[in-house]
């Protein structure tokens, strides 16, 4: 893929700025140890426009999973992803299968998406998970149109802070959520640089059959990777992973190519590309096999 100037200039600082603060390596992760598990089954109040529902259907019912883990089927999982449908209120109700959570933690790292919590909710949290991905906006239209949700901005910046009073908390930012628009994207960047990041994890709109969004083209591999390497300039320190949720084929193997070259620190599921261009600039690869914020 061609890029012009500018962005090629973006690009070579954002990686002079990895070279000067992390090591040469980069870290590709392929997920086989993490269970994907949902608290509300196939069950979704909000019927989001980007999903409809369509990606619970892939996850394990949190009551099947527990009864196979006290079973003597031989587990080969070490992690869990806890994820499920939201209320109408935009919260993944955790709360109501807590015993079961806390059994699972037991055997168990546990990774969170919770979604907008109160205070009082966050505090739960360490008991019962390692780390909570959380997915940040940063356009108030955007939370309505995607999510449908009567909320704004300041209402997922809150439970941000809740969050990171009582567990460890990755910010999402998924690049084009808008339906493959740009929107919001470098205001929660904005608001992140003050807020403080542990790490960075970016996905990117995928267009899936039978939702709202499903004729939407994702966003340019430019404009994806011109975040990227717009996070790597505001965040020169912080970690930066690439996650697994992006667009497959062709456009997944260039933005491989590019994100690498922006400064990325880690890749989930990379493609062939990704290990072309680690190589050519001489960085060392080690692997993972659990999900990307563990």
Request: charge should be negative; include cysteine; charged fraction near 25%.
């Amino acid at each position: 893929m061609t890029f012009n100037q500018e962005f090629l200039d973006l690009q070579k600082g954002a990686w002079m700025l990895r070279e000067r603060n992390f090591p040469a390596s980069i870290q590709f992760d392929f997920p086989k140890s993490t269970k994907v598990v949902s608290l509300t089954g196939n069950n979704c109040s909000l019927n989001c426009a980007h999903c409809g529902g369509h990606y619970l259907k892939q996850m394990t019912p949190v009551e099947e999973y527990v009864t196979e883990c006290t079973s003597d089927k031989k587990q080969q999982f070490s992690s869990c992803l806890i994820s499920g449908g939201c209320d109408s209120e935009g919260k993944v109700p955790f709360s109501d299968s807590k015993e079961m959570l806390l059994q699972l933690k037991q055997q168990k790292k546990m990774n969170f998406h919770v979604g907008l919590v109160s205070e009082e909710e966050a505090a739960q949290l360490p008991e019962i998970c390692d780390v909570v991905s959380f997915d940040f906006a940063g356009d108030n239209e955007t939370i309505q149109e995607v999510y449908g949700l009567n909320k704004t901005v300041d209402d997922y910046l809150a439970s941000y802070r809740a969050l990171r009073k009582h567990v460890k908390t990755l910010p999402h930012i998924c690049i084009g959520l808008r339906g493959g628009e740009i929107s919001g994207e470098y205001k929660a960047l904005e608001l992140l640089s003050r807020e403080g990041a542990d790490a960075l994890v970016f996905i990117v709109f995928s267009p899936t059959k039978n939702t709202k969004f499903a004729d939407n083209a994702p966003p340019s591999v430019k404009e994806v990777c011109e975040i990227i390497a717009t996070a790597r300039t505001m965040f020169p320190s912080t970690p930066i992973h690439l996650g697994c949720m992006r667009p497959k084929g062709r456009y997944r193997a260039e933005l491989d190519e590019a994100a690498v070259a922006c400064g990325v620190n880690k890749i989930v599921v990379p493609t062939k590309a990704a290990y072309d261009t680690a190589a050519k600039l001489g960085l060392e690869i080690t692997s993972g096999e659990e999900c990307c914020v563990l």
